[in-house]
């Protein structure tokens, strides 16, 4: 079974719209860390936001956010209020505690933004 | 800062040729990894170095090799080429937050490899 998956190959979203990237992992770890990163057109790997499986709290940082529903093990990205610049490929990431430093990435969502 | 540093950028080979991808990251974290991106796709997951002198497999180890010189120093080797190989290559490197869970993973630009 795939450790991350991403559903979404491709979303357009009118800018200054929200938007929400899914994300579901399958893990029988009680430990484990989600992280999402961007990855524009230039290339680079940009580390958005984190949830560890213990945090009480959905993450934010900035216009950023997580929809962290443990139960049914997915972690969806919140994009408030979407920018030119946020149109980019996003990919999600798990790292279970039992194969700790093992970092594995989901197939990723191209989001484009319209003006 | 230089963060995670990785040489060269571009790499042409032939088929049957081998090299070495090099990575080096000044941050001086335990773990480090290599991925491969196809284009259009995900990262995949090739080995990786949860601290100095420990190295393990990850989801595509095939045909690659790797050696995790120092704590700094995480290299990546291909024996023979393979045009299946094409692609592009990152490193990255991250640290542990206080367990053996990790920090986010810090990346380096990547190396564009084509095989012919």
């Known amino acids: 079974a795939q450790k991350i998956t991403q559903t979404q190959p491709g979303m357009f979203v009118q800018e200054k719209e929200a938007v929400t990237l899914d994300c579901t992992y399958d893990?029988?770890?009680?430990?484990?860390?989600l992280f999402w990163y961007k990855q524009p057109s230039s290339g680079e790997m940009i580390f958005l936001i984190y949830?560890?499986?213990?945090?009480?709290q959905n993450a934010t940082e900035g216009r950023y956010s997580l929809n962290f529903q443990k139960a049914r093990k997915s972690a969806n990205l919140v994009i408030s209020a979407s920018q030119l610049g946020d149109s980019a490929m996003y990919f999600c990431?798990?790292?279970?505690?039992?194969?700790?430093?093992?970092?594995?990435f989901g197939s990723g969502t191209r989001l484009s933004i319209r003006p | 800062n230089a963060g995670v540093t990785q040489t060269p950028k571009f790499q042409v080979l032939k088929t049957g040729q081998s090299m070495t991808l090099q990575c080096a990251q000044d941050?001086?974290?335990?773990?480090m990894y290599w991925y491969r991106q196809d284009p259009g796709m995900g990262l995949r997951l090739i080995y990786y170095?949860?601290?100095?002198?420990?190295?393990d497999k990850g989801e595509v180890p095939n045909g690659y090799n790797v050696s995790r010189l120092n704590k700094r120093e995480f290299s990546l080797r291909l024996e023979s080429a393979a045009p299946s190989q094409t692609s592009v290559y990152f490193c990255?490197?991250?640290?542990?937050?206080?367990?053996?869970?990790?920090?986010?993973?810090?990346f380096g630009q990547g190396t564009r490899l084509t095989v012919v």
């Open positions: 990255a490197s991250s640290d542990t937050r206080g367990g053996f869970m990790n920090t986010e993973a810090f």
């Open positions: 893990t029988s770890d009680p430990s484990y860390g």
């Open positions: 949830q560890g499986s213990y945090d009480q």
């Open positions: 990431a798990i790292e279970e505690d039992s194969s700790a430093s093992k970092i594995i």
């Open positions: 941050m001086n974290h335990n773990s």
């Open positions: 170095s949860a601290s100095e002198g420990t190295t």
